[in-house]
């Protein structure tokens, strides 16, 4: 019997067959990715390239004015929204039946749209028909306040608005991180007597702090994309006072001043980089 003839080689750059239709499959992936994703942002780079747009980007006063407004909503909103989030995942926790029932409410603001939802507190808040002043005016007889005509109130009414549509689905990330944590180490916990402060410093602490700091993070770079709550809400006024970065970009392109628009963005960029990296760093360990 004649032994087999040996496998021919392959020449150097000759794609097997297998490899052949494999890239060919990936191949319109690659190209959607390139349109829809690497264009647009090569694209926007490109038109942010003289050194002229930010030049007249600083020295619009808006622009700073809404750097310091981003500035306090990502110090404020993140820190509220996330404590707040993690006291309502010990909530949630407990099984009773009416916890469960509260709860499906609770998860309403982030599950519907934002559009509907902001706009209606918007109108809530109008100073001449919205239901707020006419019940002020039913309780007192005297006129309520022009709530959004203050800049101080109206971008904590954006903070608000930011952190009770966001709230619910932190609390669900955090809720499920305690739910991972075994039931043993408290239960060994409350033979030795702790309290609840100890359970939570000793126990719950230390098996979510990853999570916690994780989510802080991730909650950080959606929020400083945030646009809806303070545009659907203010617009940026009153006098554009209550712009963020976000929504300053919009102002921008409403001016035609496309420029402006993406330097915009691409200052934001130094502030984002980071924390992608550094969430990056966490999750791969």
Aim: with cysteine.
């Amino acid at each position: 019997m004649e032994p087999a003839a040996p496998p021919a080689k392959r020449a150097r750059g000759q794609l097997s067959q297998q490899e052949f239709w494999g890239r060919l499959m990936v191949a319109p992936y690659l190209l959607i990715f390139a349109v829809f994703v690497l264009y647009p942002v090569c694209y926007g780079l490109w038109l942010a390239r003289h050194p002229a747009s930010y030049a007249r980007l600083f020295d619009d006063p808006i622009f700073f004015r809404s750097a310091v407004n981003t500035l306090v909503f990502l110090a404020v909103a993140i820190n509220l929204k996330m404590l707040v989030a993690l006291m309502l995942s010990g909530f949630f926790l407990h099984t009773r039946w009416w916890i469960k029932i509260l709860s499906v409410l609770f998860i309403l603001p982030w599950a519907v749209p934002s559009i509907p939802t902001i706009l209606s507190v918007r109108f809530m808040l109008n100073p001449e028909w919205g239901v707020i002043n006419t019940l002020i005016f039913q309780l007192t007889r005297l006129d309520g306040p022009n709530w959004l005509n203050d800049p101080t109130l109206a971008l904590s009414f954006s903070m608000l608005m930011h952190i009770w549509k966001s709230l619910p689905f932190w609390t669900l990330i955090l809720l499920a991180g305690r739910m991972s944590i075994p039931s043993e180490q408290y239960e060994a916990a409350s033979v030795d007597g702790a309290s609840a402060w100890q359970k939570f410093r000793f126990i719950t602490w230390p098996s979510m702090a990853a999570l916690y700091v994780t989510s802080t993070i991730l909650s950080a770079i959606w929020t400083l994309g945030d646009f809806n709550s303070v545009y659907l809400l203010t617009g940026g006024g009153p006098a554009d006072l209550t712009h963020v970065l976000a929504t300053l970009g919009i102002r921008y392109l409403r001016l035609d001043q496309l420029d402006l628009a993406m330097a915009t963005i691409v200052v934001a960029l130094p502030a984002v980089l980071p924390l992608v990296w550094f969430m990056m760093k966490r999750l791969s360990k």
